[in-house]
């Protein structure tokens, strides 16, 4: 095993998780950042990034040192061939679920593939996909394996070290994070732990083994998930009663242990998604989760409250609903970030659209290409002043419509459906 200054890194998957880390990694060591897809290593050549996550002027800097040195620095590839000179992988590929909510192990599958037929003696794999635990060693650790020829805490070593990347917090970013590492065994579990804090600030939190690092990562945003959930259900008792479920909240808000937890829709690649992993492994076990797919069962409701609501609503002021006009303001999981995935915001346009509703979506963030391609949904894109909606929902909280005019909506006798809790309340007809 080469000491921590010999390490040369790819980084397997260049997205939201893997292109920062590649980035911090390439100011100090040789990484080749890998990517199947040609388009997005062309993009990354030219110096942009789509997601908004990279830190441009850094990944510059990395790819600068690369040439001018050729012994570290960042370079990015589709070619497998160039990984032949590597000796640490990180894996940073998606994870997703199935139609049916099983994992979808896939991608990372792929990528354990794509490594094992480079893989030499001595070499360590870190996944910082989330995964379920046992997974590294149940499911990653044989098809490296098989495509190496090479065995196990022998020949090869891994670790795990799950990402915790938030899309669009510039806060909470990779350097400043406290990381969970782990690795198969304690000499590797010292390497990955020291790997990590060469290049953070905040340190690392040591788990015991790859299992509880993987547990950890599924638990943090099922708790969450779970959390939002209770909140989820409580706005739908507060509908039924006929109080504002903010005002609950802001009320209960006064006692000094409780935690402010807001309604809304939940989307995106890891609070709608890891409770899915967990409820996977408990399934397997032999227990049926109840807590983690309640939680994930109301959660996934609220679309349809919302749509329902809005209808109701739109009754209520005397408007026709087949071929009504509806103006969706936000598209992506979350505010100030294009990040489109497992948004819930088309299954209030799909729920509306089965009532005869003529649905407009507009987002200033949001991929049209990506929204067409994964949900067959046209964004518009600008908003006629001159069109008449029936009904205005504010679906997330881009910087861009703090400054929405949805009085002159108002006035027009329109329905405004909060929510995210940011509309003028004299404005609004309903929110979540």
Known sequence: MSKLQDRVIAVVGLGYVGLP????????YRVVGFDNYQARVDELKSGKDHTLEADLEGMAQATELFKSTGRVGLSFTSDPTELEQVNTYIVTVPTPIDKFNNPDLT???????????????GDLVIYESTVYPGCTEEDCVPVLERNSGLTFNKDFFCGYSPERINPGDKENTLLKIKKITSGSTPEIADLVDAL?????????????????????????????DVNISFMNELA?????????????IEAAGTKWNFLKYRPGLVGGHCISVDPY????????????????????????????????????????????????????????????????????????????????????????WASKEVVKREYGKELIDVINPDEEYNAVIACVAHNEFKSFDFKRYHERNAVIFDVKNFVNRELVDGRL
């Open 236 to 248: 739908l008792i507060c509908d039924r009663v006929g109080i504002d479920t903010n005002d609950v």
């Open 277 to 364: 992993y967990l409820a996977h492994k408990a399934k397997s076990l032999g227990y049926e989760p109840q807590v983690i797919l309640s939680g994930r069962r109301v959660n996934n409701s609220i679309a349809k409250f919302i749509a329902d609501k809005v209808l109701k609503l739109m009754i209520q002021k005397d408007h026709k609903i087949r071929n009504a006009k509806v103006l969706i303001l936000g598209v992506t999981f979350k505010e100030n970030c294009p990040d489109c995935r497992n948004t819930k915001v088309v299954d209030i346009a799909r729920e509306l659209e089965e009532f005869g509703c003529k649905v407009d979506i507009y987002d200033p």
């Open 196 to 224: 990590y804090n060469s290049i953070l600030l905040n340190g690392t939190h040591r788990a015991p083994n790859m299992k509880v690092a993987e547990a950890a990562k599924a638990v943090e945003n099922s708790q969450r």
């Open 107 to 121: 991608p990372i599958l792929s990528a354990s593939a794509t490594i094992g037929k480079t893989l030499h003696k």
């Open 21 to 28: 880390l590649a980035i911090e990694f390439g100011k100090k």
